[in-house]
């Protein structure tokens, strides 16, 4: 079973060609990112950025994540919390003459969103242990919890985010933006973000069709090995005609599969979900069930979550796009708000079953097991880190979900 | 009764001899100033030792630290003597305690006040505003600067406890207490209380060691008395229960909830100098405290032992 997975389509192909393409005509300084963080303005400002947690997928699939942990931890930092966001310092720490595409070019600014004590705690030490400036937005909490937030939040953001919370996230943009200028020395132009915001929801629409047309469709014509990369490479360059482009195209893609009636499994028996962070050091275990099982993976949060959480449209630029942002961990992570979205999507998907990797940092973790076994969608819980392949036990995982799809889900 | 012996009591007595109206609170960033402004006392709610804790470590993960898997355990049997609760954001444990909370027990009456913490205007103006709701559910500020006041009488008598732990007048667990009574006591009694208590401090001899405690917090005494029991003492802590508690003084003049912003909002609020053994306690579910540790060894100029149990406490002021 290789750890990259088989790939049916060209779309995730033609998106990494891309990427090494695009990162190695990167110069820094670069600004380093949390992917909850609004890249939009980064494009807008014309200043190149990369994806933190994107990039630590790239250091977890070229399995050099154990050494740039190892280096956080030889200078006191914690190097089992939040490791997927900490990688990346790690990666720029470590003593490594062989880094992944040449490495990370120089970091000018480090930017996350304050949500965790452990995100507080790594933007301080890229403080501290480089030369980059650092913003952390902070994370407000809402008293309310919306009704079915995925279907009102495009066009009804103000309401179903809170006018309190995207008062601050856009203040709080502003003061990014005085930063970044002094630091780049560039001017921002509202102006310029217009189309990016425009294009980064056209993306997006894109996404909401191809999520629809695969979760219609059995046999699934495609996994979430296509489709993880296929559409988390092009968000993290939202806003860019590439990106759009590419979200098109890996939509028509599907939608030919489809009419050629493809199936990643002809005796598709099984269809499960996958929530949680995606295993980028072992994509193939996605695939590992298929011949023996037919059970496929049909869904991650990727591609959903495309389709359901970023789509913003109305009302002034910076605060559409604060509301792309100030609530964005409490779609995924939050109880009351992710665990209904993820008994929605199971049953749009018509899932059979759903692996949950249970990671510390897994803030809704109960809730969602609990709300899809009340639907009666069996759960198998992995208690893994999706990014530190030193606590990933293959037998052991290969086993409980041989034995989950064998005890708890239906025999076809 | 020694007034040492009456806060000891107060501190170890909190839950099942409460002060009257008593409004629970959770984390370290409720002002108790406003609690008390509105008629009510603020008792800080911790875990309880004879409440089974297995669902709530369940509920809310190993990634939450224990400390609000007990809290959420007691609330939801109710076995605090509170009605009401206003949980607050000091840390993302008492983030994920709420957003559970609210979900497994609609009907408690909760409060959250979502206090946020980087050093911004736009945070000062965000916080503003959360304080003036909260008022509001209190049932208005009443006489806040009044209360303002009375708080200021106990932080006033905090430098001169931070000086009688270092000459290592006063044990560990009983300047825990002395602090933690705070939270269970109206301000005024507070204030008088803790002044005779410091002034009655009695001569002892000098510990063996004097430790810095940093990392997660201690809502009871149990690794101060572990290191008391070494002949060494804790003299000064940066957790959330210990001297912080009495950090500072809130401004009495201009706008009251200005002013509980300023004095609320900024962190860290205590910045301790180094002692002669410097020990990290990572409490379980809350290692994302080791990220500070670099940033305190450079700060204080000394090496930091971590300690995830006794015996490693021990071993590390010993």
Known sequence: MSARGVKRLAAPAEAMQHQREWFRSLRGPIVLADADVPHELFRALEIPYVVNQWWASICAAKQKAPLYLEALRARGYPDDVDAYSAIGLGSVLAEDDDPPWGGLPPVGLFATQRWSDAHEGIAGAWAAETDAATFAFEKAVDRRVPERWWERVADEWEDVIGSERLDLMEAEMHELVGLLEARFRRRFDVERLVPILELANEQQEWSRRTRDLLAATSPAPIDVVDSIPAVMIPQWHRGSVWARDAARRFHEEVEAAVERGDAVCPDERLRLMWIGRGLWFNLGFYQHFQERHGAVFVWSMYLAIAADGYPRRGGEPLRQLAARFAAFSDFLGMPGWADPWYVAEAKRHRVDGVVHLVAPESRSAWFATQALEDAGIPVLELDADNADARRWDEAAFVGALERFIEERLPRR | ?318
């Open chain 2, 1 to 318: 009764m020694s007034a040492l012996a009456e806060l000891r009591g107060v501190y170890r007595e909190r839950f099942a001899r409460p002060p009257e109206r008593a409004l629970g609170v959770v984390g370290a960033d409720v002002p108790r100033e406003l609690v008390e402004a509105s008629g009510h006392v603020a008792l800080r709610l911790a875990p309880l030792a004879d409440v089974d804790r297995s669902f709530a470590d369940r509920a809310l993960g190993r990634g939450v630290g224990e400390a609000a898997r007990g809290i959420l355990a007691a609330l939801l049997e109710g076995a605090y003597p509170v009605e009401r609760v206003v949980l607050c954001h000091d840390s993302d444990h008492t983030v994920r305690l709420y957003t559970a909370l609210r979900r497994l027990a609609p009907r408690l009456d909760l409060w959250f006040l979502d206090l946020l913490h980087q050093p911004r205007a736009t945070t000062d103006a965000y916080d503003r505003a959360r304080l003036a709701e909260l008022a509001g559910w209190l049932g208005g500020a009443g006489d806040l600067p009044g209360a303002i006041a009375a708080g200021n009488r106990a932080r006033a008598l905090g430098p001169r406890l931070a000086a009688l732990r270092r000459e290592g007048r006063i044990a560990g667990a009983d300047a825990l207490a002395l602090l933690g009574a705070g939270t269970a006591l109206p301000a005024a009694r507070y204030a008088e209380l803790l002044e005779s208590a410091l002034a009655d401090a009695p001569e002892r001899p000098r510990p063996r060691a004097s430790v810095l405690l940093l990392g997660s917090e201690h809502h009871d005494d149990a690794v101060y008395a572990s290191v008391d029991e070494t002949g060494a003492a804790v003299v000064a802590e940066t957790h959330g229960w210990g001297e912080s508690l009495l950090a500072g003084r809130v401004d009495e003049d201009g706008d009251p909830l200005d002013a509980l912003v300023r004095h609320y909002r900024p962190r860290p609020r205590v910045e301790p100098d180094p002692a002669d053994v410097q020990v990290a306690w990572i409490a379980p579910g809350d290692e994302a405290v080791a990220w500070s540790l670099p940033a305190e060894r450079r700060r204080l100029g000394r090496e930091i032992a971590v300690a995830r149990t006794l015996d490693e406490l021990r071993q590390a002021v010993a």
